[in-house]
């Protein structure tokens, strides 16, 4: 689902607001996953609604009291910051794009073929950094089962980090995908295979 990542308004409870009414009507049998920065909203969507099982996919995890710019700071192998290069100064609403597209393929969609990778590099949009700099709004991670999914080859969210957090974190069970940050692009129908495995392993 589309998050309003390009409202300068909008924080990580907004993002939530949004994700939990896609989900309004359905029962409690969702697995939810967060790909990325994301994976600061589906806790807070297990927080307010029933969910069977979440998922970090390729995931920034949420450190309690903490904001992502807290962690950017703190943790500095958490991500690879020559990302930081291919974004533009914050706008008005403090609102950055990518504006070196080979920086964006590298870091984004490193193992795409150049096709995919084109189509997706014009559907990225403009990403406020309010969100960012507010602390985590949950007093501590919610009790649902999960499941941490890394990337061997991720150019953006590092993979030791990604195993650590995973462990360390959330308790999570852990999965290893070869290729880079986006998998659902890369390489769908391995990652849709290991959906299906979680989904049937999360519903005994």
């Known amino acids: 689902m589309d998050l309003p990542c390009d409202d300068g308004s909008a924080t990580l409870e907004t993002y939530a607001d949004v994700a939990c009414d896609a989900l309004m009507g359905r029962n409690d049998d969702v697995l939810l996953v967060g790909h990325s920065f994301g994976g600061h909203t589906i806790p807070l969507v297990a927080e307010r609604r029933p969910v069977r099982h979440l998922i970090y ?3 920034v995890v949420p450190k309690i009291g903490s904001s992502l ?3 950017v700071t703190d943790d500095p192998d958490m991500s690879n910051s020559g990302y930081f290069q291919a974004l533009s100064e914050p706008d008005e609403q403090s609102r950055q794009v990518w504006v070196d597209l080979e920086l964006a393929r590298k870091h ?9 990778a084109d189509a997706a590099i014009e559907r990225l949009r403009p990403q406020a ?3 960012m700099t507010l602390p985590h709004p949950l007093t501590e991670m919610p009790s ?7 990337c061997t080859d991720d150019q953006m969210v590092n993979y030791e980090w990604s195993k650590r957090v ?3 974190r959330l308790g999570a069970d852990l999965i290893e995908l070869p290729g880079s940050h986006s998998p659902f ?3 769908p129908h391995a990652l849709a295979d290991v959906l299906t495995r979680i989904a049937d392993m999360s519903n005994g």
Do not use: G, W
């Not at 984004?108 to 995919?116: H, P, Q, V």
């Open 57 to 59: 996919l390729c995931s």
């Open 69 to 71: 710019m807290d962690q």
């Open 108 to 116: 984004l969609f490193a193992d795409c073929d150049e096709s995919t």
């Open 129 to 131: 950094l309010y969100p």
């Open 144 to 150: 649902v089962s999960c499941t941490y999914i890394v």
């Open 166 to 168: 995973a462990r360390d």
């Open 185 to 187: 692009l890369s390489r």
